[in-house]
């Protein structure tokens, strides 16, 4: 492969390596520093005496020290071994918490969410990130960036997922280096009245000033929401709908403020500046003042994380450009790769942005020239439609199995989508920064703002359009870690095949597909020969599955609520058929009985071989008595149950030597079957 010759390209692959090496076998610090330098002390040797070592010992101790440095840099970005550390202290019991506000999230119905960093124990200097849930009071404004607060509160642990298969919003967080929560009601804390100011606090209010400007200006309620995604990187007020309209059309890359709407900048930047050129050094000038513009727009919409490495990747792309070298492209992608993990946080490389983001602009730097070799058309209006379809093409390749992995939906009118908007997104995110200077400057005509408030809605309205097709969006599709390496092995092989055609490059080609078929048909096999029964956990709800092969049988009384959960197992295990049908009293296991009871139960049924109990919607029953006779096993309380008659029960059941399991506490039960 041509692009292993580019020293960059390898050095990055071996850091990657590292981290992931750190994250999944975690060694300790200690471990971690000492290989780092027997390595670096081994490299200095061999430099030193370069003249008797072997040519390729170098490169294999640089490859390896690259290596160590990413499982060290992982480490050190642990909370374990930060020293100042909230965790490194007893969280027992209330303690006065200093918070900063460093992120304003999505509320829901319940409470604002923050992210904020905890600047005090008491009076301990600590570091690290919390979750902060706030009950939601009208009567009260919400939290800003660089706000302090001070709560005597206890921080409460971020559970795991209580279902199979569910999204894991602990280890997400942990990603986010988020290990705990604070909920607090609107009169439980103090605020600082005198909180120190960050550059983060600035960045946000500067975009929360323009967005009250803008509010000023009679937008839409959608159109305002997506005005203030597009260029603001603000998605707290998209509603519902049209959120769900630009996932289900391939579009959603245009409200997530990032890699397209930075690299559309930066080329609307290279044209714009070209008179620069004529100055004396004025390449060096348009490259300085190119890159000063991305990072005043990074600080125009918030310094987000998103924003942040994207800026700092483009920034790395305008020096490319710069030196207008045909294979500087890679280098300078793979070198800001390198250096955003190592200086930023090497935990971005777990991240669904950061991955979607880079995959992306890679499989357009690779491919797209490829697909414009395929066709040269004659007429300029063709030429530039080809363009938009092969970056198109070259991103969903890049990005599909990553989107398969995570979403497990495909939206088969993504090229639809791609032809009808962006064509007019360098207009709109153009007109859309001049349309926020001028209302900065209260000199916005208003027949401007109607214009792009036209503009947007009808952006919206052509993404609906083609988002009601359901017919072309392919949901639900089964998708694992397996597959994911098995289909970059096949778009990398074929795209080799395809640049320079040989019979290693086509057979390794052709031997991965077959790997990919092999996979799904001895993995389809396996769940052929499965059967499982799940107790799953949900809140006033009782919810049982059992898989037979490919066939899951949903026992509930309330589907709808159901729903997410079955859908969640049947896509992990692969399952083509879903039914629904009612709860009924009693279920076998093998050759063992389940029982259910319920606060309908009239008369206790007398069953004579229960090895099971499970008790939901909190039966009044005399729990002990009904042991003695019914001597089950294992007693199960699913989220159907009030908290107070869990507790009672698993002190019941304590007495009685008896195994006790609370969904809410334990998560789902499942039994295998076969």
């Known amino acids: 492969m041509q ?80 020293g100042s550390h909230y965790t490194h202290h007893s969280l027992d019991g209330k303690r006065a918490y200093t918070l900063k506000i460093r992120e304003v999230l999505k509320s829901n119905d319940f409470s604002d969410r923050y992210v904020a960093h905890v600047k005090y124990m008491d009076c301990i200097r600590v570091s690290g990130k919390v979750l902060l849930n706030i009950g939601v009071d009208s009567t009260k404004g919400t939290l800003l960036v660089d706000d302090e607060i001070v709560a005597l509160t206890t921080l409460q642990p971020i559970k795991p997922p209580l279902n199979p298969h569910q999204f894991n919003y602990r280890k997400y967080l942990e990603n986010l280096g988020i290990e705990h929560q604070v909920r607090l009601a609107q009169d439980n804390y103090i605020v600082h009245p005198f909180p120190k100011k960050t550059i983060l606090g600035l960045a946000s209010n500067i975009r929360n000033h323009i967005i009250e400007k803008l509010r000023k200006e009679h937008f839409g309620t959608e159109e305002l929401g997506v005005i203030q995604a597009l260029l603001l990187g603000q998605r707290n007020e998209i509603t519902t709908e049209i959120d769900s309209d630009y996932k289900n059309a391939g579009a959603y890359h245009i409200l997530a403020l990032s890699g397209l709407h930075i690299g559309i900048l930066l080329g609307l930047l290279h044209f714009l500046l070209k008179p620069l050129e004529l100055l004396p050094k004025g390449r060096t000038i348009k490259l300085v003042v190119i890159v000063l513009l991305l990072w005043g727009f990074a600080l125009l919409a918030g310094l987000s ?33 390198f250096f955003i993990l190592l200086l930023l946080d090497p935990l971005l490389l777990f991240q669904v942005g950061f991955q979607l983001s880079y995959a992306a602009v890679f499989a357009i730097v690779w491919i797209f020239p490829l697909l414009q070799q395929l066709w040269v058309p004659p007429y300029w209006f063709l030429r530039k439609a080809w363009e938009l379809v092969s970056v198109s093409i070259a991103a969903q390749l890049g990005v599909l199995p990553i989107s398969l992995y995570y979403f497990h939906q495909f939206p088969g009118l993504f090229l639809v989508s791609s032809l009808l908007i962006l064509p007019s997104l360098t207009f709109i995110l153009g007109f859309g920064i001049l349309v926020i200077a001028l209302s900065l400057a209260n000199s916005l005509p208003p027949l401007l703002a109607t214009i792009y408030d036209t503009i947007i809605r009808w952006m919206n309205t052509i993404i609906g359009t083609v988002a009601k097709q359901e017919n072309f969006l392919f949901r639900n599709i089964s998708f694992d870690a397996i597959q994911l390496i098995l289909s970059y092995g096949i778009i990398i092989s074929m795209v080799m095949a395809f640049t320079k055609a040989s019979y290693k490059r086509v057979m390794a080609f052709l031997v991965l597909i077959l790997c990919f078929q092999a996979y799904i048909l001895g993995n389809r096999q396996l769940t052929k020969q499965k059967e499982t029964l799940v107790i799953g956990h949900l809140t006033k709800n009782t919810t049982l599955i059992h898989q037979t092969g490919q066939k899951a049988t949903v026992f509930t009384n309330n589907p709808a609520v159901s729903e997410r959960m079955a859908n969640d197992y049947a ?97 789902a039960l499942i039994y295998n079957l076969q």
Not at 38 to 64: E, M, R, W
Not at 310 to 337: D, E, G, K
Not at 614 to 641: C, H, M, W, Y
Request: proline letters at 4%; aromatic letters at 10%.
């Open 305 to 337: 994380a998103s924003i942040l490495r994207a800026v700092a990747m483009f920034s790395f792309v305008a020096y490319a450009l710069y030196l207008n070298r045909p294979t500087s492209n890679f280098n300078i992608l793979a070198l800001s790769l």
């Open 571 to 667: 896509i992990a295990q692969n399952i083509t058929k879903v039914e629904h049908r009612p709860l009924n009293n009693s279920f076998l296991i093998g050759d063992d009985r389940l029982l259910i009871l319920d606060s309908t139960i009239v008369q206790l049924p007398k069953e004579s071989a229960i090895s099971t109990l499970l008790l939901t919607q909190s039966p009044k029953i005399n729990l002990e008595r009904f042991l003695d006779s019914v001597k089950p096993k294992i007693v199960i309380a699913d989220g159907s149950n009030y908290t107070s008659y869990i507790e009672r029960w698993k002190a019941t059941c304590r007495k009685k030597k008896l195994p006790f399991h609370s969904t809410g506490e334990k998560g």
């Open 3 to 82: 692009l292993l010759r580019f020293t960059t390209i390898k050095l990055t692959l071996f850091l990657i390596c590292g981290i992931l090496i750190g994250y999944f076998l975690q060694p300790s610090l200690a471990l971690s520093f000492s290989l780092t330098l027997i390595l670096l002390i081994a490299l200095d040797g061999v430099f030193a005496y370069n003249h008797k070592a072997p040519p390729s010992l170098f490169g294999l101790l640089t490859g390896f020290l690259t290596v160590a440095i990413g499982i060290l840099s992982l480490t050190l970005s642990e909370s374990k071994n930060i």
